[in-house]
């Protein structure tokens, strides 16, 4: 007995449905590292709004300010984007890095960029909101916390409360904040600010966390 034929189910008259594949972000330019292990090499970046690399001037300024503090640092990059900040710690001698970035497409190559550098060891990468995130327990708190939001966003007074209230930062760890010069960002009394410094219409802060139980 012949075994009974069956009609492909897919014919003319059945849409053919392709399997998308995931994409990798198209890097559209790159940014460089200034010094340390990385000196000069290149990071890709996809252009983005919201997406705004710190320039290599305000950066050269902050790893000055930073460099005595940024050996074996533990450092946390709220507001990652390119992720220029957290892999010029890395480069210049942080331990680890923690990005945490809220568009998909800027994660991504993050994590692209964690691989080139084969800095996975080094580093977590994490995709929410900054919110979200210092809502959550640290187990263990920072010694440097960039918070470089987007420029339309007045979010520092929220991220100062919860980086104390969720263990992010400890005594004497440093907050490095970028925002435009019309924002008036007042730190809790308590913290110190170590350095100020205004370049066009962007404003570098930078504050030595006290915390009131240590007063």
Request: proline residues 4%.
């Amino acid at each position: 007995m012949k075994s009974k034929k069956y009609k492909n189910i897919t014919d003319e008259n059945t849409p053919v449905v392709k399997r998308q594949s995931k994409k990798k972000p198209h890097p559209v330019g790159n940014i460089r590292i200034i010094a340390g292990k990385w000196g000069s090499r290149k990071i890709n970046v996809i252009d983005q709004a919201g997406l705004r690399p710190t320039t290599n001037r305000i950066k050269e300024t902050v790893f000055n300010w930073l460099q005595p503090h940024i050996h074996e640092s533990r450092v946390l990059d709220v507001f990652a984007g390119t992720g220029s900040l957290g892999f010029e710690a890395l480069s210049r001698g942080a331990d680890y890095c923690h990005f945490n970035e809220l568009s998909a497409a800027a994660t991504n190559m993050l994590k692209q960029n964690v691989e080139a550098l084969d800095a996975a060891d080094d580093s977590k990468v994490s995709s929410q909101d900054a919110k979200s995130l210092l809502s959550l327990k640290a187990q263990e708190p920072m010694d440097i916390v960039f918070l470089d939001p987007p420029f339309d966003l007045d979010i520092y007074q929220l991220c100062f409360e919860r980086l104390e209230e969720n263990n992010w930062v400890k005594d004497g760890s440093l907050v490095y904040c970028e925002s435009a010069k019309r924002f008036d960002i007042e730190a809790p009394s308590h913290w110190i600010v170590l350095k100020e410094k205004k370049a066009g219409q962007v404003c570098s802060r930078l504050f030595e966390v006290r915390l009131k139980n240590e007063q």
